[in-house]
């Protein structure tokens, strides 16, 4: 534990990426294995399901540091981060240090609480509050609320196994994919230079993903060079369908099993050793329907009849990353389009071909680019036909090349804590539109400003607060912002009426005042309207 703490030390105390990569390469060189698998498990992402809810913390470290509960109540709304606050707050440890490695506790102490009786549970966390200090003891109020953060990427991660392993880093972020136990063993075969360990039949390759295009298409070269595909609104996904069984995954490494049962059972006519790349959508009559649709499918496992009738979907397939068991990732774009031909051929409806947007000019592309909310996608794709499948965000092979989002100006009306080193600043703020003579929250948004912007926001919100709701504070209607944001969608959930989506601070509008903000007819027209912004 000790070792793992140095290590976050040394990580949150530079931004530089070659001294992060350093000290992960240094702390895996002489890590024990199963301490290294855990790790791993925390650093890129991964987290223990909450072993102890915030209001027991709250009042136990209220009883273990002699404060009143009002008073943790008060210092957590300060502060922002409830892990923080418990380190802030407790008393020094009075006792000295288990000798437990990382692991040690991890599966010996911690992971046991989730079983515990109340009491236990509480006898257990305080004793380890008394063994703790320092950066250990901030470590572990992390872990007991699932809340374990820290300034690397699962890409950097990546790099400092495979520079220990002496492999390619491909191969490193291909065994950290789906599901898998932090242990000896895991850590063994992560780092092994065999390139043909089996791992679970139902492990997804690295997403490949494009950058956005920021010149003119024609920058990139000859246009018969390239391949332009719709950019869909939906949910990226692998289907995998090996062994006569089928995995749905998606991006962000969520196994999807019952979701789409309609896609599972179209891929039941897909070959035996077939991966597909592509989009969910929601989708009837050969269009897409509105991202809001698919979002009533996403949290449910089993979804029924009247969801499947009300948002049916398609797998609308771009890419082919293995067919008949063979990884084709490293074969030309245009190759692996003649496999993905082959694999669909006996699909079924839910499963098709994305559609190709044939053009023999860069000329030709932005009068399709033009049609894109008429029909429902974002942009184009921009492909190299000659390009491989590569991991994560490679420039240069791939491009999107999106629509203008649409904007609107809004009243910032209410203000949060954000979240890891942003929780002692404001900086989730709520917008509101004009409405019947009164001011309606439409929409939440916590990026686009500058530091310099956001420390300056923060002193005015901390001056100008009118009531205070538990964290969120709300201000005087006086501040106007412009908002863009991909998409909006009729919802009875909504005081509004409309849900945006993906909504975030596009810059902040000093010269308006709060009279020139937009109204909610505005934003309603889109609706009827979608070229009207």
Same mark, same amino acid.
């Given at each position: ?86 380190? @802030?707050?407790?008393? #020094?440890? +009075?006792?000295?240090? /288990?000798?437990?490695?990382? =692991? !040690?506790?991890?599966?010996?102490? $911690? ?101 956005? @295009?920021?010149?003119? #298409?024609? +920058?990139?070269?000859? /246009?018969?060079?390239?391949? =332009? !595909?719709?950019?869909?609104?939906? $949910? ?49 009559d050969d269009r897409p329907l509105p991202f809001s649709l698919l979002q009533t499918r ?154 310099k912007e956001i420390d300056r926001l923060d002193r005015w919100i901390r001056s100008n ?69």
């Amino acid at each position: 534990m000790k070792d793992f703490a140095a290590l976050f030390d040394r990580l949150d105390r530079t931004t530089g990426t070659n001294a992060k990569l350093s000290a992960l390469a240094d702390y895996f060189r002489q890590a024990r294995p199963e301490d290294a698998a855990w790790a791993v498990y925390f650093l890129t992402g991964r987290r223990l399901k909450r072993l102890v809810n915030t209001r027991e913390l709250r009042e136990w470290t209220a009883e273990a540091s002699g404060l009143a509960l009002w008073l943790i109540e008060e210092s957590y709304e300060h502060v922002g981060d409830l892990a923080e606050t418990m380190h @802030l707050l407790l008393p #020094p440890a +009075s006792a000295e240090p /288990p000798t437990e490695t990382l =692991a !040690e506790l991890i599966e010996s102490t $911690i992971k046991p609480l989730a079983q515990m009786d109340d009491d236990a549970r509480k006898q257990r966390v305080q004793q380890l509050w008394g063994q703790f200090d320092g950066s250990e003891r901030f470590l572990i109020n992390k872990l007991l609320t699932g809340g374990f953060r820290v300034g690397v990427s699962k890409r950097l991660v990546t790099r400092a196994l495979a520079e220990v392993a002496g492999v390619d880093s491909s191969l490193i972020a291909h065994r950290l994919m789906g599901k898998w136990t932090p242990d000896a063993d895991l850590y063994q075969r992560l780092i092994a230079d065999e390139t043909d360990l089996d791992f679970e039949q139902s492990t997804p390759y690295p997403f490949f993903l494009a950058s956005p @295009l920021e010149a003119e #298409p024609e +920058s990139l070269g000859e /246009p018969d060079a390239w391949q =332009a !595909e719709w950019k869909w609104d939906g $949910i990226r996904a692998q289907l995998i369908r090996r062994d006569g069984q089928t995995w749905i995954w998606s991006r962000g490494e969520e196994r999807m099993d019952g979701r789409f049962p309609e896609l599972e059972a179209a891929s039941e006519s897909l070959p035996d050793g077939t991966v597909l790349d592509g989009e969910i959508m929601a989708w009837r009559d050969d269009r897409p329907l509105p991202f809001s649709l698919l979002q009533t499918r996403i949290g449910r496992k089993k979804p029924g009849k009247v969801t499947l009738e009300k948002a049916p979907v398609a797998l609308l397939a771009y890419d082919c990353l293995e067919f008949d068991g063979e990884d084709l990732r490293d074969r030309p774009l245009e190759q692996r389009m003649e496999t993905l031909n082959r694999a669909l051929s006996t699909a079924s409806a839910p499963i098709q071909p994305s559609q190709i947007v044939a053009f023999d000019s860069w000329g030709q592309l932005p009068a399709q680019r033009d049609r894109s909310r008429e029909l429902g996608v974002e942009g184009l794709m921009l492909k190299r036909l000659d390009s491989c499948y590569q991991v994560g965000r490679k420039r240069g092979a791939w491009w999107k090349w999106k629509v203008e989002p649409y904007t609107f100006d809004g009243v910032l009306i209410y203000a949060q804590p954000g979240h890891g080193r942003r929780s002692n600043l404001f900086t989730d703020y709520t917008f509101a539109v004009h409405h019947d003579g009164e001011l309606v929250p439409v929409a939440k948004a916590y990026s686009g400003l500058t530091q310099k912007e956001i420390d300056r926001l923060d002193r005015w919100i901390r001056s100008n607060t009118k009531e205070r709701f538990g964290p969120v504070r709300s201000v005087e209607p006086i501040h106007v912002f412009e908002l863009a944001f991909e998409g909006i969608a009729p919802s009875p959930r909504h005081k509004s009426g409309i849900a945006m989506r993906f909504p975030r601070i596009h810059r902040w509008r000093e010269d308006l005042r709060i009279e020139d903000a937009d109204s909610l007819d505005d934003l309603k027209r889109l609706l009827r309207d979608p070229d009207a912004a």
